[in-house]
């Protein structure tokens, strides 16, 4: 609306008070002057009222000049947007993770209320971000969120983000199989080969055998 007025050389009007004559004062220039003030007031006022909705038009129809006009709308609008800050940090501040969802779509709601902020130009440093997601993990995620606490190399959003997808996936695979994948891999067991041992002697029985002779007896 800012930019639609001041194309039309009527932004002068919102912010200053119009001329007023002197006692006594019949100077053609500043009464031409005042006239025209009063017409670019008139337009601009009403260009304002006609960007309203019906209910808000109703409320700010009876004021007289666009000065007091505009200045009644950024009042609102102003706390609007503070009070809008105030609810997305809330939101944002009372986040918490649980276990009945998965910790990714967990982690991409909040990169949406951080872009909200972001777009209420509260800007959070990346390792801000970092180290409020990794405190909201859930209670089942303890063991790991510490893992994270401790390490000394400081991680980007997107690293961050990789982890938990590797970690999510080494969960599903542990409760699918009973095992963590390194620790199912560690417990594999080549059978052996089994071999027959011959007892001592028992091949040398079996050759005996093999080579014994029948011997019949002869009737004559």
């Known amino acids: 609306m800012l930019f639609y007025l001041t194309t039309l050389n009527l932004a002068k009007v919102l912010h200053k008070d119009a ?16 006239e025209a003030w009063k017409h670019s007031d008139f337009l601009c006022k009403n260009y304002i009222l006609n960007g309203l909705d019906n209910m808000m038009y109703n409320v700010y129809s009876q004021v007289k000049t666009t000065k007091e006009l505009w200045e009644s709308l950024e009042k609102k609008y102003k706390t609007e947007d ?6 997305i940090v809330g939101r944002f501040l009372d986040y918490k993770m649980v276990d009945s969802k998965t910790v990714t779509s967990q982690v991409q709601e909040l990169q949406i209320i951080l872009h909200e902020l972001h777009a209420e130009k509260m800007e959070l ?15 089942s995620w303890k063991d790991f969120k510490n893992y994270l606490k401790h390490k000394r190399k400081e991680m980007g959003l997107k690293d ?4 938990l997808k590797i970690e999510k996936d080494n969960r599903f695979f542990e409760n699918k199989v009973g095992k963590h994948p390194m620790e199912s891999k560690a417990n594999l067991v080549e059978p052996k080969a089994n071999k027959k041992r011959k007892h001592f ?9 093999k080579y014994k002779k029948f011997v019949r007896k002869c009737y004559i």
Do not use: C, H, Y
């Open 125 to 139: 440093s990346e390792s801000f971000q970092v180290a409020a997601i990794v405190e909201k993990l859930p209670l």
């Open 201 to 209: 002697g028992e091949g040398l029985s079996q050759g005996k055998n």
């Open 160 to 163: 961050l983000i990789v982890r």
């Open 19 to 34: 001329p007023t004559l002197k006692e006594g004062e019949t100077d053609k220039q500043i009464v031409a002057a005042i």
């Open 82 to 87: 503070v009070g809008m800050k105030k609810f």
